[in-house]
């Protein structure tokens, strides 16, 4: 598929632009009505979406070529002070039959990868490439980005839930400035948006989400959590590439 506009969108896009795929548009109306309903966990989503400040992105299922490019417009951002908060959605059209939950977890690790094939930026020095390091985190276009998987598969967690097609979340590390884990108003937030969640759910916060520098924590296993409450076992599907 050639892509023959930006990769990275805007909320009017989706109102305005003719060449988009109508899985695409459909898949976007269940996106913006569960992170707009009152009751939705997460405070930032919520405002990002009606504020205009998220960025969109898709892939289909057999053509991943334009999300580097996406990606590294979104990062472009940043540049910007005014655009400190701002989130990446990326779209995945939808298998022809729901998934399973392990299916998804492998597409999308797949997918982290070939972001990291494609990166034309070395993987920065001071940054664990051991994903069991407890200061690993994702890197691409030398940055360092928090990741999360939402799909259909998640029947507990529904709060992971977006709609038929799995959205994968891209957060720079940056936004959290001010909101980090350690960092008083990063308590507060997340403990906030944590209860948030246990409520919408009707589960715990899963045994693996924590935040970021916890030496008790790997950072890799909260891009993608389990439905239920058991810890995520195994190794880290993500590979680095030879030098």
């Not at 939950?101 to 990166?119: A, G, P, T, V």
């Not at 997340?190 to 935040?211: F, G, N």
């Not at 058991?230 to 880290?236: A, F, Q």
Request: proline share 7%.
């Amino acid at each position: 598929m050639i892509q023959t506009k930006k990769a990275l969108l805007v909320k009017e896009d989706f109102q305005t632009r003719k060449d988009l795929p109508s899985w695409l548009l459909k898949e976007y109306k269940t996106f913006h009505n569960t992170v707009t309903d009152k009751t939705f966990p997460c405070y930032f989503g919520m405002g990002g979406e009606l504020k205009g400040e998220l960025r969109y992105a898709y892939i289909t299922r057999d053509d991943w070529s334009n999300l580097p490019a996406a990606l590294i417009d979104f990062l472009a951002l940043f540049d910007d002070p005014k655009h400190k908060r701002h989130g990446l959605f990326v779209f995945v059209e939808p298998f022809e039959e729901e998934g399973t939950l392990e299916e998804y977890r492998q597409q999308f690790w797949d997918i982290l990868q070939y972001l990291h094939e494609q990166d034309t930026l070395e993987w920065p020095a001071e940054s664990p490439r051991d994903p069991d390091h407890y200061l690993w985190d994702f890197r691409f276009h030398g940055e360092p980005i928090f990741a999360f998987g939402n799909t259909p598969a998640y029947k507990r967690r529904k709060t992971r839930d977006l709609g038929n097609a799995m959205v994968i979340g891209f957060q720079p590390r940056k936004i959290f400035e001010g909101l980090k884990g350690t960092e008083k108003g990063g308590v507060m937030s997340r403990e906030k948006v944590r209860e948030r969640v246990e409520a919408w759910d009707h589960l715990p916060k899963h045994p693996d989400i924590s935040h970021f520098g916890d030496p008790d924590h790997n950072e890799w296993k909260q891009f993608f959590i389990g439905d239920d409450s058991e810890p995520i076992k195994g190794k880290c599907p993500f590979t680095h590439k030879e030098m």
